[in-house]
Structures are given as C-alpha cells and as structure tokens.
C-alpha cells in the first residue's frame, strides 16, 4: 500500500486554529475532510517526510503553550451570581460554532482555610464573595502551592455554569487553567 490513511485532531487551546487549513496548504495530501479542526486524511507514503519536514518549518517558532480564546475578562469581584444565571441561559445554543463563553477572571484571592479539596484533592473549590464556587477538576498542583502558602492571587480562565443536582442549583465557574500571579 503506498498511501496512510487516517484522523487527524487539534488540541484544544492549540495556537493553530484550523489544523484541517494548515495540513492543505502543505499541499501534500490526497485529502484532508472534516470539519476545521477534526477529520479524515490520507497521503502518499513518498510524501511522508515531506509534511513533516515543511511543517516543522513552518511551526518552528509557534508558542504551543496552552492558548486561549476569551470573551471578555473581568475582576473575580464582578464575578457573581447574576452573571453566571445569565450567561447560563446561552447554554442551549453552544455547539460547534457557538462554543460557550470564555472568561478569565483576574485578581482572585484564595486563602488555604477556605479550599475545599474533593476526590482524594484531584479536584478543588471555593466560594467566592458573591456565591459563586470556583471549581477545578484534575489539579494535582494545589494542594502542593498550599502546602507552601497560606494565601495565594490567581487569574483564572474558564466558563460558567450553573451546576444541577438533586433539585439544587448551585453557580459555579469552572476552571480550565490558571496562573498565580502572587503567592
């Protein structure tokens, strides 16, 4: 068999934002089908080390650290209840192309006494002032910075969403990533 066939797939927060568009310019590819950045393609096999070597030249001095695309940014103090219920009403229209709101919230304030750590500390939250829990799930480096402190300022990167489970609504942001910005 002289082609390779198969899927292709972006990751998500990639600075790329249409692998599929990348991988055609190349030009060498039988096809490249889907959607923008997940699908279908196929190659000759001569033209193997060809994609690889173009696109290492093309990507050579890309930042592949995590990339995120946000709606707005706000201050963890505007972050409250209203907003999240209003944003959630947005919910039955997320899809494809209308991914939901993304948001960083900057300046959060998190102090040890007030972290509460779920499933064996894989996962966290916290109650901000306004009501709203802060939620990060498969975070296995908090536990370790609070160990080293007792307070911590945060900007965070996520979306909201009201969480419901037996009959209780609970709003919450949940937490794709973050960095500390003073410690």
């Given at each position: 068999n002289n082609t390779y066939g198969g899927s292709g797939r972006n990751p998500s927060n990639s600075p790329i934002q249409n692998f599929r568009e990348f991988l055609l310019q190349l030009g060498l590819f039988n096809y490249v089908q889907g959607h923008d950045n997940a699908f279908g393609?196929?190659?000759n096999r001569e033209n193997v080390a060809k994609a690889i070597k173009l696109s290492d030249?093309?990507?050579?001095?890309?930042?592949?650290?995590?990339?995120?695309?946000v709606d707005f940014i706000i201050d963890c103090a505007e972050l409250d209840v209203m907003l999240v219920r209003s944003i959630d009403k947005l919910r039955k229209y997320y899809g494809e192309k209308f991914p939901s709101v993304q948001?960083?919230?900057?300046?959060?304030?998190?102090?040890?006494?007030?972290?509460?750590?779920?499933?064996?500390?894989?996962?966290w939250k916290i109650e901000n002032e306004n009501g709203v829990f802060?939620?990060?799930?498969?975070?296995?480096?908090?536990p370790e910075y609070l160990e080293q402190h007792d307070y911590l300022t945060m900007n965070l990167v996520g979306h909201p969403d009201v969480n419901r489970y037996k009959c209780i609504?609970?709003?919450?942001?949940?937490i794709d990533d973050?960095?500390?910005?003073?410690?």
């Open positions: 393609v196929d190659i030249q093309y990507l050579k001095d890309v930042d592949f650290t995590p990339c995120y695309y948001i960083v919230i900057e300046n959060c304030q998190i102090f040890k006494k007030d972290i509460v750590f779920m499933s064996d500390q894989k996962h802060l939620v990060k799930f498969y975070d296995s480096k908090m609504l609970s709003c919450q942001f949940i973050y960095e500390i910005i003073k410690d």
